[in-house]
């Protein structure tokens, strides 16, 4: 099968496309032949080895001391079910998924195998292949900090920081969908679009600085490592969260946490995603909920040249991989896509 492959650390040239063996799903696997994946900042530092300060010695270990242990990227796929193992009951030949190998990789490729147990769900039916692909990196993460590290309810302010990438255009869509009222900082060109997806207020981060804004907030999500506590503390409610989904190792240590009297929180964490974010996004999505932004799509032979514009941090949403090419009828609107 074609897959892209790299072998040694470094800019987007490293990545080419390249013949490997189809892999063959064991009894309790499932084997997916992947219509689209997408290239995320997770791609972006497994490939570059470029981390988070004090995390360089740590991300060796992770993904390879003298080089890539997995030669195929790829976090976040959707596909179709083309064979099953003998023991596998919960889905069957020609069922529509997306799954999410996260830091196992492998999403870059015409085929994977997973465990049917595994980071694996259906597709939602008014999603096409290349939006259900990009449901699951930014969705999770955003779903696990809000939900389970912040606890996010009904009528909480919300700021996202970082509002237009992949973790941020879901952040604000999912806060959104637990009846916050969400705020989101980001850059001139982007404000239309933040407000597109359902932001209540925007702030250009080139304009104004949202710690002076005179507002506060019940959680602060930041993925752009700008509001850091010693920014965000005065603009934190008693008791408000921020939340650190992209910060240094000092700050997963707790250093420059809040002393507990202060009642605010810092959480700095790599939050545990189970399957069930997966499903509880997929109902979202079909509810018309979330619905991932999509900003640039290419063939996956041009992996390269996708690579080349995530490194720029600049995206909006998601860079999408179409792995194979299908006439996918999406329900509620019938979308045309070419044959391979
Ligand atoms: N902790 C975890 O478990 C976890 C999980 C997933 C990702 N991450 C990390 O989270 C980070 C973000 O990931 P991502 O996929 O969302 O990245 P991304 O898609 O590249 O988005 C980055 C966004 O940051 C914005 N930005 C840059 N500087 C900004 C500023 N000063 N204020 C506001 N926005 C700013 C950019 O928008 P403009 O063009 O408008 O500036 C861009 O849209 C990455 O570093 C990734 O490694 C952590």
Do not use: C
């Given at each position: 099968?074609?897959?892209?492959?790299?072998?040694?650390?470094?800019?987007?040239?490293?990545?080419?496309?390249?013949?490997?063996?189809?892999?063959?799903?064991?009894?309790?696997?499932?084997?997916?032949?992947?219509?689209?994946?997408?290239?995320?900042?997770?791609?972006?530092?497994?490939?570059?080895?470029?981390?988070?300060?004090?995390?360089?010695?740590?991300?060796?270990?992770?993904?390879?001391?003298?080089?890539?242990?997995?030669?195929?990227?790829?976090?976040?796929?959707?596909?179709?079910?083309?064979?099953?193992?003998?023991?596998?009951?919960?889905?069957?030949?020609?069922?529509?998924?997306?799954?999410?190998?996260?830091?196992?990789?492998?999403?870059?490729?015409?085929?994977?195998?997973?465990?049917?147990?595994?980071?694996?769900?259906?597709?939602?039916?008014?999603?096409?292949?290349?939006?259900?692909?990009?449901?699951?990196f930014g969705g999770?993460t955003a779903?696990?900090?809000?939900?389970?590290?912040?606890?996010?309810?009904?009528?909480?302010?919300?700021?996202?920081?970082?509002?237009?990438?992949g973790v941020?255009t879901a952040?604000?869509?999912?806060?959104?969908?637990?009846?916050?009222?969400?705020?989101?900082?980001?850059?001139?060109?982007?404000?239309?679009?933040?407000?597109?997806?359902?932001?209540?207020?925007?702030?250009?981060?080139?304009?104004?600085?949202?710690?002076?804004?005179?507002?506060?907030?019940?959680?602060?999500?930041?993925?752009?490592?700008?509001?850091?506590?010693?920014?965000?503390?005065?603009?934190?409610?008693?008791?408000?969260?921020?939340?650190?989904?992209?910060?240094?190792?000092?700050?997963?240590?707790?250093?420059?946490?809040?002393?507990?009297?202060?009642?605010?929180?810092?959480?700095?964490?790599?939050?545990?995603?189970?399957?069930?974010?997966?499903?509880?996004?997929?109902?979202?999505?079909?509810?018309?909920?979330?619905?991932?932004?999509?900003?640039?799509?290419?063939?996956?032979?041009?992996?390269?040249?996708?690579?080349?514009?995530?490194?720029?941090?600049?995206?909006?949403?998601?860079?999408?991989?179409?792995?194979?090419?299908?006439?996918?009828?999406?329900?509620?609107?019938?979308?045309?896509?070419?044959?391979?």
């Amino acid at each position: 099968m074609k897959a892209i492959v790299y072998h040694r650390y470094g800019s987007p040239d490293v990545v080419s496309l390249a013949e490997v063996p189809k892999p063959v799903p064991k009894d309790n696997e499932v084997l997916i032949r992947i219509y689209a994946s997408t290239v995320t900042t997770g791609d972006w530092r497994a490939r570059s080895l470029d981390l988070p300060a004090g995390f360089g010695f740590m991300g060796r270990l992770v993904f390879g001391v003298f080089g890539p242990r997995q030669p195929i990227l790829g976090t976040e796929l959707a596909g179709e079910i083309e064979a099953v193992g003998r023991a596998v009951t919960r889905f069957k030949t020609g069922d529509q998924v997306f799954a999410f190998p996260g830091g196992k990789y492998g999403g870059h490729a015409e085929y994977r195998t997973m465990p049917e147990d595994g980071m694996i769900a259906l597709k939602p039916a008014n999603l096409s292949f290349e939006e259900a692909a990009a449901l699951s990196f930014g969705g999770t993460t955003a779903l696990a900090f809000l939900r389970d590290l912040a606890g996010i309810k009904a009528g909480d302010k919300v700021l996202v920081v970082g509002a237009s990438g992949g973790v941020g255009t879901a952040a604000v869509q999912i806060a959104r969908s637990f009846g916050a009222i969400v705020t989101g900082v980001t850059s001139t060109s982007n404000l239309e679009l933040v407000r597109s997806i359902g932001a209540d207020n925007v702030i250009d981060y080139t304009k104004e600085d949202f710690s002076q804004s005179g507002d506060s907030w019940d959680i602060i999500l930041d993925t752009t490592g700008t509001a850091p506590f010693a920014r965000s503390e005065r603009v934190l409610k008693p008791g408000g969260r921020l939340l650190v989904v992209l910060g240094s190792l000092a700050q997963a240590m707790g250093i420059g946490r809040p002393a507990k009297a202060s009642g605010k929180t810092v959480i700095a964490a790599v939050p545990k995603i189970t399957v069930e974010h997966m499903q509880f996004l997929a109902k979202l999505a079909e509810a018309g909920r979330f619905k991932p932004v999509i900003d640039r799509g290419y063939p996956l032979e041009n992996a390269a040249e996708a690579h080349a514009y995530v490194d720029t941090g600049r995206k909006r949403g998601n860079v999408v991989l179409t792995v194979r090419q299908v006439a996918a009828k999406v329900e509620g609107r019938p979308r045309a896509m070419a044959r391979n």
